[in-house]
């Protein structure tokens, strides 16, 4: 998948488009698969597929000297040249062995989605070059914050600490100081750990494992906003008046020293049960948690849009290795770090905006029209709204969003409005972002795992010390289109992870019966999400026999001709699992009284 060949073009048959046949691979996309083996192909030989379901051709890898791995086995291969016989040849990297771990299925998506792995070796000795603390010369000139009190929240796995919070009270409104870690004072443009943060573009996350953007040294260690440590920063203070609007803002870089390493449950648990209160941190966070509630308010009355989905998290058991996937907890303390975040986001990116730099801005386009159209459509027709909306704001989508809030049609509304959303990307050219209802948007609090706000703090710098322009149109496109593919990539990864997971979970529980939602239809059949473990299956329409369904691609609906019976988009159903398949990615359901 993606690569460049040279291919025969072999004549289409009647009302057929022409098909071609692979003779030479000019360049490979990949230049390690994950596959699976097949069966022995005789002198010390096995014939293996591919585990990406995109890619069909058969590989036959050697193992002649060296016992070669059981049926069902994944090896990493390096693809070769074609084979006379057919397939392709294969040279064994590594052998995996059984495919049903969650460590096994991690190294496949990596193999998959060419993740990169470990670091070249110039990286890493520059890396270790910088030392494990700041050296004492990057101390000078910066401002003092290392009493200031900022703590870090985060996850409770979490090692690469981007970003520190300090709320204090004053005349009325607060002065909220958001600490990011200074890597761009590391990470030199030009240089080895530089080349590479670029190729990387971001961090790959994965249920068991990290693929950080800086070798560990950076991300978990000298760039690290770790408790009780000297680290250099870039600060932003901004000053809100009680109704939560900014009027004052300044950037500068900073040394801080964070107070306190804090989880996001742990925050909760000062929230909700004054867990903490008498803690240094306690009734500074509780002030932020004011300020916090304000801002989320203001940016709603704004039009800014959320979605009330689940998002599934990958879990595993300790004990026994077992696979399991549940809905992520999502606190009030999460919502207080995103606002900080955003509201830092949105302060650098109009400082920037006004000092006339060019920047690689975060923009969210506006919805597709025709998917919108649809929508109001069905939303109109079946009674949800009066009437289609005199003009698409983020504001009006809103509305509607708050209108089927806690009833039947929540799922369906916001599964559907979700889907006429554009992709939100980098662009050096700025056009809002629709989603949040910001005109001037960045990315700049994650420069650890991020390389746009790696970008972004170059930038800031370049107008701290009032330098000329650091980066032109065209090419600061390029780079941005690059670290696109990469975020992409990512979350190509993470779909692949979830649907993986998914699927070792239920393999033991063929025949169990669930409660789900439709959460897609399709001309051939329909999805369901399963309430208990999040996974997505597929009801084929040939598994229905009680009538026959016409599919009402208007309507995201299936209706049955004799009963009248549907199957719709948000509906909910109760199917029983048939059948989990690793190699075509798919968990087979019926409905259950069909």
């Keep these: 998948h993606g690569d460049k060949v040279v291919a025969a073009i072999l004549p289409g048959r009647k009302g057929k488009n022409p098909s071609g046949r692979v003779v030479r691979v000019l360049e490979r996309a990949t230049e390690i698969m994950a596959v699976r083996v097949l069966r022995p192909a005789g002198d010390g030989a096995v014939l293996a597929q591919a585990t990406d379901p995109r890619c069909k051709g058969l590989f036959v890898l050697d193992f002649e000297g060296r016992k070669a791995p059981d049926k069902g086995d994944i090896v990493l291969a390096a693809p070769g040249d074609r084979l006379e016989g057919g397939g392709w040849a294969g040279r064994v990297v590594e052998v995996l062995g059984r495919e049903f771990s969650l460590e096994t299925q991690e190294r496949i998506v990596k193999a998959n989605h060419s993740v990169p792995g470990p670091f070249p070796p110039i990286v890493l000795a520059e890396a270790a070059n910088l030392g494990p603390e700041p050296d004492p010369e990057g101390l000078q000139g910066r401002e003092d914050l290392t009493n200031l009190g900022l703590v870090t929240i985060d996850g409770e796995q979490a090692k690469d600490f981007d970003d520190a919070v300090h709320v204090r009270a004053k005349g009325g409104g607060w002065i909220l100081t958001v600490a990011i870690a200074d890597v761009s004072h590391y990470v030199q443009p030009g240089s080895a750990l530089d080349r590479e943060a670029l190729e990387r573009g971001n961090s790959f996350y994965f249920p068991r494992s990290v693929e950080p953007m800086l070798p560990e040294a950076l991300s978990n260690g000298l760039c690290s906003l770790v408790p009780g440590r000297p680290r250099l920063a870039m600060a932003v203070e901004m000053e809100f008046d009680r109704l939560g609007r900014r009027t004052g803002q300044r950037c500068f870089a900073a040394v801080i020293r964070s107070e306190a390493r804090l989880t996001y449950t742990q925050v909760q648990g000062l929230f909700s049960r004054g867990e903490g209160r008498d803690e240094s941190w306690g009734l500074m966070l509780e ?34 290795g077992s696979v399991g996937i549940r809905a992520r907890e999502r606190f009030f303390s999460h919502r207080l770090v ?49 009437e289609r909306p005199d003009e698409i704001t983020p504001a009006s989508l809103q509305s509607v969003l708050a209108l089927v809030r806690d009833t039947e049609r929540e799922f369906l509304v916001n599964r559907l409005m979700l889907r006429t959303m554009s992709q939100a990307g980098y662009s050096p050219t700025n056009e809002g972002h629709f989603g949040l209802a910001s005109e001037c948007y960045c990315h700049f609090t994650s420069p650890i795992r991020r390389y746009a706000d790696l970008l972004v703090h170059r930038v800031l710098k370049s107008v701290l010390a009032r330098d000329g322009r650091i980066f032109r149109v065209k090419p600061l496109k390029r780079i941005c289109d690059g670290i696109n593919r990469c975020e992409r990539r990512a979350m190509e990864a993470e779909r692949e992870m ?55 691609a208007d309507e995201h609906r299936h209706l049955g001709r004799g009963t009248g019976r549907t199957f719709g988009l948000g509906q909910r159903v109760t199917v029983r699992l048939v059948n989990t398949s690793l190699d075509r990615l798919e968990v087979d359901l019926e409905v259950e009284d069909a």
């Design 338 to 386: 995103e606002e900080f975040m955003i509201s830092a986001n949105e302060c650098v990116a109009e400082i920037l905006t006004r000092a006339e730099k060019v920047l690689p801005y975060r923009v969210h386009p506006l919805p597709d029209p025709d998917k919108l159209s649809a929508l109001f459509r069905l939303l109109t027709t079946a009674g949800v709204l009066p």
């Design 498 to 552: 979830l649907k993986r997971a998914g699927i070792l979970h239920l393999r033991d529980r063929i025949g169990d019966v669930f409660a789900g939602v439709i959460s897609g239809v399709a001309d051939f059949g329909f999805w369901v999400e399963l309430d208990s473990v999040l996974v997505e299956g597929l009801v084929r329409l040939s598994t229905l026999h009680d009538d026959y369904y016409e599919f009402r």
């Design 287 to 320: 002030e932020a948690a004011k300020l916090a509630e304000i801002l989320r308010n203001a940016r709603a009355r704004q039009g800014s849009l959320d979605f009330d989905l689940p998002e599934p998290e990958i879990i595993q058991g300790l004990l026994d």
